[in-house]
């Protein structure tokens, strides 16, 4: 097909350059534009779809458990990415999450009580905010028929793509992972749900390289957030936001950095709801890098480097890769989600910044790990990754960019059993570990460190320590 051609379905693929905007067919599998080898995203006629007139026609749905619309938060969202037709989507039970009111984490951040919000996606099947993006890319592989599904991770894919194939038994789970890169939670997920493990001497940015060769060189479906249905599926995050807040756009929507699939997601969710006059403002975005893995902090506010209404500085991220390559610099934060340097989505999350007036900011994982502190104290917890949003709120109010009354909103990307070792590393006063896991990535203090009291077996000395200290 020729460059520009139009594929006359109402859903399908798009480059998201403009100047090249080349369309592909649903049913064809591949993750960057043929021409010119930008990404694609999902994209829909939205004149020949029946598209809500109201976002609160969400508000209504009821009926039969067996119904996605009622199982799934993605799929109650489905006018809104209508690739596949609503009897062929596939559902885990993903999206049944929660925003929740968090006044002392407003405290701590610095705003008003009553104006932080968590979205608290721990509460996924496979405990991430992935079952969401995953639900829609596995609802994509199995319309193609796909056999096997394969994803580069730093776990929490994984877990998510292990999950999808050991309940729905449609396909086999392969997953790459770099060797000792990945926490202990989210590796026996993987193991314990069946998938075939692989992994490999190297870090996220390897193992992403590899499996990318691989899925193409066996046809593999590969499910990393590349694929621009699982984008899709992310979306629903921010839908599930507006509808805890009775559809009221919030001031700012903060997260983690890492692979950079949810910012891309969040601002083509944005971009769509305020083309289609779902919204009549679009929230400001805020996405969080960790100190040592921020290629998007280093081009985006070091470098100056923007969208620019899809004609980016060309060559200028090849180039950055290419340096930290050849200068051997390798990511590395305690927040092991996000120890990414070459994020996929780099260039899908230029355009959400440049929809949604965003800002990037880096923290340190002494900053995350306190943060991490305060959310657990005030709520549902989180790994670390997640506490880089709240940790990155902070930074902004304390620089004046959020303002205090602002309402905001931090993504908790993933459940604090996830990552045991790092929670129990703060708390802990075992010194090999504070070390081995903590003063090794340069985390020198335990600012809100909740300790154990260790008392002999004897009843009189653990009442009296009770006593002392509740
Ligand atoms: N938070 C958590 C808990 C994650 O697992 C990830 C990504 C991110 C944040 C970053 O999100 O990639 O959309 O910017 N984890 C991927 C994985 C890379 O393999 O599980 P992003």
């Known amino acids: 097909m020729a460059c520009g051609e139009i594929v006359r379905d109402i859903a399908f693929q798009r480059c998201i350059s403009p100047d090249c905007g080349r369309q592909y067919d649903l049913a064809q599998i591949q993750l960057q534009c043929e021409d010119c080898g930008q ?71 610095g705003l008003e009580a009553g104006e932080l919000y968590l979205q608290y996606e721990g509460m996924n099947p496979s405990g991430s905010f992935k079952d969401n993006g995953m639900a829609a890319a596995f609802t994509h592989a199995a319309r193609m028929g796909a056999k096997r599904a394969a994803c580069a991770s730093t776990g929490n894919t994984s877990a998510s793509l292990a999950a999808f194939c050991s309940v729905t038994r449609q396909m086999k789970a392969i997953i790459f992972i770099g060797s000792g890169k990945i926490s202990f939670g989210k590796l026996s997920q993987a193991l314990d749900y069946g998938a075939l493990t692989v992994q490999i001497k190297g870090d996220f940015d390897d193992a992403m390289r590899r499996v990318r060769e691989v899925a193409g060189k066996l046809g593999i479906y590969l499910v990393n957030s590349v694929n621009p249905f699982r984008l899709e599926g992310q979306k629903t995050v921010m839908f599930r936001v507006l509808q805890s807040l009775n559809w009221e756009v919030p001031d700012w929507i903060v997260v983690p950095g890492g692979n950079l699939g949810n910012s891309s997601a969040f601002g083509k969710a944005f971009a769509e709801l305020f083309a289609l006059g779902l919204i009549q403002r679009i929230p400001r975005l805020a996405v969080i890098n960790a100190q040592g893995a921020n290629t998007l902090y280093q081009l985006y506010e070091q470098q100056g480097l923007r969208w620019n209404r899809g004609a980016p500085q060309p060559g200028e991220v090849d180039g950055y890769y290419n340096q930290l390559e050849a200068t051997g610099q390798r990511a590395t934060t305690i927040a092991s989600a996000i120890e990414i340097n070459q994020p996929v989505n780099f260039y899908k999350c230029l355009r959400a910044l440049e929809t949604c007036d965003g800002v990037v900011r880096e923290v340190s994982d002494q900053e995350i790990l306190d943060a991490k502190a305060q959310v657990g104290a005030g709520g549902l917890g989180c790994e670390p990754a997640s506490a880089a949003s709240v940790a990155g709120a902070k930074k902004l109010r304390g620089e004046g960019v959020i303002g205090a009354g602002d309402r905001v909103v931090c993504v908790l990307t993933g459940h604090l059993l996830k990552d045991p070792d790092a929670t129990v590393a703060y708390h802990t006063d075992n010194k090999e570990m504070f070390e081995r896991v903590l003063a090794s990535r340069g985390v020198e203090h335990t600012n809100f460190a909740n300790r154990a009291v260790v008392v002999p077996n004897d009843l009189d000395q653990i009442v009296g320590a009770i006593e002392k200290h509740a």
Not at 40 to 54: G, H, I
Not at 64 to 88: E, K, M, T, Y
Not at 92 to 109: D, F, K, N, P, R
Request: no cysteine; glycine share 8%; charged share 20%.
């Open 39 to 109: 990404l694609l995203d999902v994209a829909y006629d939205w004149d020949r779809l029946e598209v809500p007139r109201s976002l609160s026609v969400f508000d209504g749905h009821n009926g039969s458990l067996q119904d996605p619309r009622i199982r799934s938060g993605v799929w109650r969202f489905h006018s809104l990415l209508p690739f596949a037709p609503l009897d062929h989507v596939v559902t885990i039970g993903e999206g049944h999450t929660l925003l929740q009111q968090a006044s002392s984490v407003a405290g701590y951040v």
